[in-house]
């Protein structure tokens, strides 16, 4: 069974930053893309970043200068470094991943959230 646990939201001063990680776990042979999707209230769940396991990254218009995604392969790990922080981007942070458990077999993963909220 493959799970994806994301860690490090909580609260923060304007201006302030927070890094957030998400950590595969399970029988997983490969992991092509690792995704970071936010949630605010009453809004639609949107892509904030991607990154393929090449390291190629892709990011929303509203975040880019600001947050950094990153992974490390060897750790089936992804981060969402988040600096500059506004009230605006408070929403719940998900981790998504292509999950490949073996050559012939992907699918779609998602975690269970973390609360990020930015205080004015």
């Known amino acids: 069974q493959v799970q994806l646990v994301e860690s490090g939201g909580g609260l923060v001063q304007a201006g302030g930053s927070l890094r957030l990680s998400c950590v595969a776990s399970g029988n997983i042979y490969s992991i092509p893309v690792m995704r970071w999707y936010r949630q605010a209230p009453g809004k639609q769940r949107e892509l904030v970043a991607a990154i393929t396991s090449g390291s190629s990254t892709t990011y929303a218009d509203s975040v880019t200068g600001r947050f950094t995604i990153s992974r490390e392969n060897a750790k089936n790990t992804v981060y969402l470094q988040m600096n500059s922080l506004k009230p605006d981007v408070t929403a719940v942070y998900y981790c998504?991943?292509?999950?490949?458990?073996?050559?012939?077999?992907?699918?779609?993963?998602w975690g269970q959230g973390t609360q990020v909220t930015v205080s004015s």
């Open positions: 998504n991943a292509d999950i490949r458990v073996s050559a012939n077999y992907e699918f779609d993963c």
